[in-house]
């Protein structure tokens, strides 16, 4: 309860109300939680599903909220994390090996559930409704040429769309940063460091072992030691799986997966343990009897020392130097607090630093970079940081996706208009592609008129010197629905028999008029 009032704190700022009703709400939300979490740590216990270590971590490694501006697993990043939710690593690990457990069960019972006719028959219907309609597309690149407009029009029509003539609002500010990268230039790594790192991040300097495996999954081990008997004498996949459909089980094919893909440890044993070409004998899991074929090995690989030692070197470094920037940062909030400038700090604690006139983008009044005391990937971070600073408060140290920033915002200069001389071209593109849209939103128009006066569409269509086409079996489901424009399918499904619409795209316009409607029909129940 205490993580999540934190977190919402942190989410919310000052609009979060620590008020009774919001802690009760939350103390209730928790014990639910806890009650399923002890719900399901009990199954798990009970059916043995054991998490192996390589699961963990691969997990963990592929939060992307560990990444790093490298986009690869950051420990600085992590230990972050886990200082602000109040956790040990021990415990943090310990929380995602139950979760992984937990989710082995939880969707072993998703799996089987039937949803109750009531429920299922109204949401087949909906899904797999369908209708034929004829389409009419009009796109903007396709509109007549509009005539030449004078120069009167394209002043009124730069004024009034100042917003996209406009230049875009500059802040000078001076900005402070205390990064990691930074820092690292500061710390040592020695080589009995990266030694022992190497061996306690094994793992992640190679590829498990991979197998392709198919199994079979029988109820009882004299069913299961025949199936092993005539896979072994050479039987295919297919006799295999008839053979276990008669047997009251099933064979499926696993495809490639890791020793972390089988979830309880004596099918793991026994499924990395058996050869290339072989078939395991009978084993038994919560499940049932499993049988396995090796079909393929694919063996692991790991990259020795000399190979990743700089970037072990490095991302060591960076650890380091995020412990000293969390030390550091509260020496120089103090120091801010105490009415240092950006720039004592900056010099007495090592910051990057400089004073900026930039746009959201960062960039200067001539559309160039300027330059910002951070590496390429932080610099749109920085930039936000900027533009949400506001003006006249004193600068404080906060972390930021940029690392630990400061900002002193010293002037903003408003959105402009630019003088119509400079804009010209612009404005006049401008108003060649609004008048083609507005053209096509005509023509649209004037075939959405006629259908309402009970012209089909592609009659009306051809009377107005245009194509139409005729797309079947359309559904509500974009994937199958993508002969026809995305934003008219749901207009579409709302339209009678017969009845027409027309919707903005994303390139001009679509008039569309159902011709059919094809209801889905309850399907029956499979046997047993």
């Given amino acids: 309860?205490?993580?999540?009032?934190?977190?919402?704190?942190?989410?919310?700022?000052?609009?979060?109300?620590?008020?009774?009703?919001?802690?009760?709400?939350?103390?209730?939300?928790?014990?639910?939680?806890?009650?399923?979490?002890?719900?399901?740590?009990?199954?798990?216990?009970?059916?043995?599903?054991?998490?192996?270590?390589?699961?963990?971590?691969g997990f963990v490694f592929g939060i992307q909220g560990f990444r790093g501006l490298d986009g690869q697993f950051s420990q600085a990043v992590f230990q972050n994390f886990l200082r602000s939710n109040d956790l040990s690593e021990a415990r943090f690990l310990d929380l995602i090996r139950a979760d992984l457990a937990r989710q082995q069960v939880a969707m072993a019972v998703r799996s089987g559930v039937a949803a109750p006719d009531a429920l299922a028959d109204p949401l087949l219907r909906w899904l797999e409704e369908q209708r034929d309609v004829t389409l009419v597309t009009l796109p903007n690149a396709q509109a007549p040429e509009p005539a030449a407009p004078d120069e009167a029009q394209l002043r009124r029509f730069h004024e009034n769309n100042a917003d996209r003539f406009s230049s875009p609002e500059y802040r000078e500010a001076t900005v402070a940063v205390l990064t990691a990268d930074l820092l690292s230039r500061e710390v040592e790594v020695t080589e009995a460091?990266?030694?022992?790192?190497?061996?306690?991040?094994?793992?992640?300097?190679?590829?498990?072992?991979?197998?392709?495996?198919?199994?079979?999954?029988?109820?009882?081990?004299?069913?299961?030691?025949?199936i092993s008997a005539a896979w072994t004498g050479g039987a295919d996949f297919e006799a295999i799986a008839a053979q276990a459909k008669a047997a009251g089980g099933e064979a499926v094919e696993l495809g490639e997966v890791e020793r972390a893909g089988l979830p309880v440890p004596e099918l793991a044993e026994a499924a990395f343990a058996a050869p290339e070409g072989t078939v395991t004998a009978p084993v038994q899991s919560p499940f049932g009897w499993h049988v396995f074929k090796v079909e393929k090995v694919e063996p692991g690989q790991e990259k020795?020392?000399?190979?990743?030692?700089?970037?072990?070197?490095?991302?060591?470094?960076?650890?380091?130097?995020?412990?000293?920037?969390?030390?550091?940062?509260?020496?120089?909030?103090?120091?801010?607090?105490?009415?240092?400038?950006?720039?004592?700090?900056?010099?007495?604690?090592?910051?990057?630093?400089?004073?900026?006139?930039?746009?959201?983008?960062?960039?200067?009044?001539?559309?160039?970079?300027?330059?910002?005391?951070?590496?390429?990937?932080?610099?749109?971070?920085?930039?936000?940081?900027?533009?949400?600073?506001?003006?006249?408060?004193?600068?404080?140290?906060?972390?930021?996706?940029?690392?630990?920033?400061?900002?002193?915002?010293?002037?903003?200069?408003?959105?402009?208009?630019?003088?119509?001389?400079?804009?010209?071209?612009?404005?006049?593109?401008?108003?060649?592609?609004?008048?083609?849209?507005?053209?096509?939103?005509?023509?649209?128009?004037?075939?959405?008129?006629a259908t309402k006066e009970g012209k089909p569409l592609a009659e009306a269509a051809a009377a107005a010197g245009l194509g139409s086409r005729e797309v079947g079996a359309v559904r509500r489901d974009p994937q199958q629905g993508a002969a026809v424009p995305p934003k008219l399918l749901a207009p579409l499904f709302e339209l009678k028999l017969h009845e027409t619409t027309m919707v903005q795209t994303r390139d001009g316009f679509a008039v569309a008029q159902v011709q059919a409607i094809t209801l889905a029909t309850r399907r029956p129940m499979p046997p047993g």
Avoid: C
């Fill in 304 to 449: 020795p020392l000399a190979e990743v030692h700089d970037q072990l070197k490095r991302d060591l470094a960076q650890e380091k130097a995020a412990d000293i920037a969390f030390e550091r940062a509260n020496k120089i909030e103090d120091a801010l607090a105490g009415g240092a400038t950006l720039a004592e700090v900056a010099k007495q604690f090592g910051l990057g630093l400089a004073t900026i006139r930039a746009d959201a983008a960062g960039l200067d009044p001539e559309g160039k970079p300027v330059a910002l005391p951070v590496i390429e990937a932080a610099r749109a971070p920085l930039m936000k940081a900027v533009f949400a600073a506001e003006r006249g408060t004193a600068p404080r140290l906060q972390e930021t996706e940029a690392g630990f920033v400061a900002i002193e915002i010293k002037d903003i200069t408003p959105p402009a208009l630019r003088p119509f001389e400079t804009v010209e071209p612009a404005v006049r593109a401008a108003w060649e592609a609004d008048a083609k849209r507005r053209a096509q939103e005509t023509r649209a128009a004037g075939l959405l008129a």
């Fill in 193 to 226: 460091e990266v030694a022992a790192a190497y061996d306690a991040r094994r793992g992640q300097f190679g590829a498990p072992e991979r197998r392709r495996l198919a199994q079979a999954l029988l109820p009882d081990e004299a069913k299961a030691q025949a």
């Fill in 1 to 57: 309860m205490r993580r999540e009032m934190q977190r919402l704190a942190r989410q919310l700022g000052s609009q979060f109300e620590n008020d009774p009703r919001i802690r009760r709400a939350i103390a209730e939300q928790a014990v639910d939680q806890l009650v399923l979490d002890r719900v399901l740590r009990a199954e798990t216990e009970r059916l043995k599903v054991a998490v192996p270590d390589s699961a963990v971590r």
